[in-house]
Protein backbone atom coordinates (compact mmCIF):
# COMPACT_ATOMS: atom_id res chain seq x y z
CA UNK A 1 0.00 0.00 0.00
CA UNK A 2 1.22 3.43 -0.95
CA UNK A 3 2.35 5.78 1.93
CA UNK A 4 -0.45 8.87 2.98
CA UNK A 5 0.15 11.52 0.79
CA UNK A 6 1.74 14.31 2.11
CA UNK A 7 0.02 17.46 3.65
CA UNK A 8 1.51 20.56 4.61
CA UNK A 9 1.67 24.02 6.31
CA UNK A 10 3.32 27.01 4.33
CA UNK A 11 4.54 30.08 6.29
CA UNK A 12 3.14 33.06 4.98
CA UNK A 13 5.46 33.91 2.43
CA UNK A 14 5.06 30.94 0.69
CA UNK A 15 1.61 31.61 -0.65
CA UNK A 16 1.77 31.08 -4.25
CA UNK A 17 3.78 27.83 -3.59
CA UNK A 18 0.55 26.93 -0.95
CA UNK A 19 -1.20 27.37 -4.19
CA UNK A 20 0.41 25.97 -6.95
CA UNK A 21 0.78 23.08 -4.04
CA UNK A 22 -3.16 22.97 -4.15
CA UNK A 23 -3.47 22.89 -7.83
CA UNK A 24 -1.18 19.95 -8.04
CA UNK A 25 -3.67 17.95 -5.68
CA UNK A 26 -1.36 18.21 -2.52
CA UNK A 27 -3.51 19.66 1.03
CA UNK A 28 -2.01 22.36 0.97
CA UNK A 29 -2.76 25.22 4.07
CA UNK A 30 -1.22 28.47 4.99
CA UNK A 31 -0.80 29.37 8.24
CA UNK A 32 -2.86 31.58 9.78
CA UNK A 33 -2.07 35.87 9.82
CA UNK A 34 -1.08 36.71 13.26
CA UNK A 35 0.55 33.17 14.14
CA UNK A 36 4.05 33.33 12.81
CA UNK A 37 5.43 32.49 16.30
CA UNK A 38 2.86 29.17 16.24
CA UNK A 39 4.56 28.43 12.84
CA UNK A 40 6.37 25.28 13.37
CA UNK A 41 3.51 24.11 16.50
CA UNK A 42 0.50 24.78 14.32
CA UNK A 43 2.26 22.38 11.48
CA UNK A 44 2.92 19.47 14.34
CA UNK A 45 -0.45 19.95 15.51
CA UNK A 46 -1.94 19.23 12.10
CA UNK A 47 0.71 16.81 11.40
CA UNK A 48 1.64 19.09 8.78
CA UNK A 49 4.99 19.19 6.93
CA UNK A 50 6.03 22.82 7.58
CA UNK A 51 7.75 24.53 4.60
CA UNK A 52 9.39 28.29 5.02
CA UNK A 53 12.08 30.08 3.65
CA UNK A 54 13.40 31.80 6.98
CA UNK A 55 16.26 29.90 7.95
CA UNK A 56 16.03 30.87 11.49
CA UNK A 57 13.32 28.66 12.15
CA UNK A 58 15.45 25.40 11.05
CA UNK A 59 17.90 25.56 13.61
CA UNK A 60 14.54 25.70 16.84
CA UNK A 61 14.52 22.35 18.79
CA UNK A 62 12.03 19.97 17.68
CA UNK A 63 10.35 19.70 14.20
CA UNK A 64 12.67 20.28 11.69
CA UNK A 65 10.58 22.53 8.69
CA UNK A 66 12.10 22.21 5.63
CA UNK A 67 13.77 25.29 4.46
CA UNK A 68 13.64 26.32 0.80
CA UNK A 69 16.19 28.73 -0.66
CA UNK A 70 15.02 29.36 -3.91
CA UNK A 71 12.68 32.03 -4.90
CA UNK A 72 11.39 31.22 -8.22
CA UNK A 73 8.29 28.92 -7.37
CA UNK A 74 8.48 26.60 -9.82
CA UNK A 75 11.86 25.52 -8.34
CA UNK A 76 10.19 25.62 -4.94
CA UNK A 77 8.24 22.69 -5.93
CA UNK A 78 11.42 21.02 -7.41
CA UNK A 79 13.49 21.87 -4.41
CA UNK A 80 10.32 20.81 -2.16
CA UNK A 81 10.01 17.58 -3.23
CA UNK A 82 13.72 16.89 -3.31
CA UNK A 83 13.92 17.58 0.21
CA UNK A 84 11.07 15.09 0.99
CA UNK A 85 13.51 12.74 -0.58
CA UNK A 86 10.17 11.01 -2.46
CA UNK A 87 8.89 10.92 -5.91
CA UNK A 88 5.89 13.35 -6.31
CA UNK A 89 2.17 12.00 -6.53
CA UNK A 90 0.51 14.56 -8.65
CA UNK A 91 -3.46 14.72 -8.60
CA UNK A 92 -3.72 17.86 -10.41
CA UNK A 93 -7.00 19.99 -10.10
CA UNK A 94 -8.54 18.77 -7.20
CA UNK A 95 -8.06 20.71 -4.59
CA UNK A 96 -10.04 24.31 -4.49
CA UNK A 97 -7.36 26.57 -5.09
CA UNK A 98 -9.07 29.29 -2.53
CA UNK A 99 -9.68 26.92 0.62
CA UNK A 100 -7.92 23.43 -0.34
CA UNK A 101 -11.29 21.58 0.09
CA UNK A 102 -11.39 18.44 -1.98
CA UNK A 103 -13.68 19.42 -5.22
CA UNK A 104 -16.78 17.13 -5.92
CA UNK A 105 -18.18 16.80 -9.52
CA UNK A 106 -21.00 19.91 -10.56
CA UNK A 107 -23.36 18.97 -12.97
CA UNK A 108 -24.10 22.01 -16.06
CA UNK A 109 -27.30 22.31 -13.59
CA UNK A 110 -25.41 22.41 -10.46
CA UNK A 111 -23.00 25.17 -12.33
CA UNK A 112 -25.33 27.27 -13.48
CA UNK A 113 -26.12 30.99 -11.26
CA UNK A 114 -22.12 30.41 -10.53
CA UNK A 115 -20.83 30.62 -13.71
CA UNK A 116 -20.84 33.68 -15.98
CA UNK A 117 -23.87 32.38 -18.87
CA UNK A 118 -21.54 32.00 -22.00
CA UNK A 119 -19.47 29.60 -19.70
CA UNK A 120 -22.93 27.61 -18.67
CA UNK A 121 -23.10 27.32 -22.68
CA UNK A 122 -19.96 26.31 -23.31
CA UNK A 123 -19.04 23.53 -21.13
CA UNK A 124 -20.50 20.47 -19.72
CA UNK A 125 -18.46 19.44 -16.74
CA UNK A 126 -17.42 21.07 -13.77
CA UNK A 127 -16.15 20.71 -10.55
CA UNK A 128 -17.19 22.60 -7.64
CA UNK A 129 -15.39 23.17 -4.03
CA UNK A 130 -18.28 22.41 -1.22
CA UNK A 131 -16.68 24.48 1.28
CA UNK A 132 -16.48 28.04 -0.74
CA UNK A 133 -18.92 27.60 -3.52
CA UNK A 134 -16.20 28.19 -5.87
CA UNK A 135 -16.81 26.64 -9.37
CA UNK A 136 -13.92 25.34 -11.79
CA UNK A 137 -14.19 24.52 -15.65
CA UNK A 138 -12.28 23.89 -18.70
CA UNK A 139 -11.94 27.75 -19.63
CA UNK A 140 -8.65 29.48 -20.90
CA UNK A 141 -7.72 29.62 -17.10
CA UNK A 142 -8.02 25.80 -17.05
CA UNK A 143 -5.63 25.37 -20.03
CA UNK A 144 -2.99 27.99 -18.62
CA UNK A 145 -3.21 25.92 -15.47
CA UNK A 146 -2.60 22.49 -17.60
CA UNK A 147 0.48 23.45 -19.52
CA UNK A 148 2.09 24.98 -16.20
CA UNK A 149 1.34 21.33 -14.64
CA UNK A 150 2.65 19.69 -17.47
CA UNK A 151 5.93 22.13 -17.20
CA UNK A 152 6.20 21.20 -13.32
CA UNK A 153 5.78 17.39 -14.31
CA UNK A 154 8.81 18.17 -17.45
CA UNK A 155 10.63 19.73 -14.94
CA UNK A 156 10.44 17.06 -11.64
CA UNK A 157 11.06 14.23 -14.27
CA UNK A 158 14.69 15.92 -15.03
CA UNK A 159 15.33 15.98 -11.28
ZN1 LIG B 1 -13.02 26.48 -1.93
Redesign the pocket.
Known amino acids: MPSPRRAFLFDRMLGRLCTKMRMLGYDAALNPEGETGRFLLNAARAGRVAVTRSRSLGDRPGPRPVVLRAEDVLDQIVELFAALGEPPRLEPFTR??????V?VERSAGEARGRVPPHVGETFAEYRG??????VYWKGTHWNAMAAEVRRIEERLKTT
Not at 96 to 101: D, G, T, V, Y
Not at 129 to 134: F, I, Q
Open positions: CLECNALCPVCGR
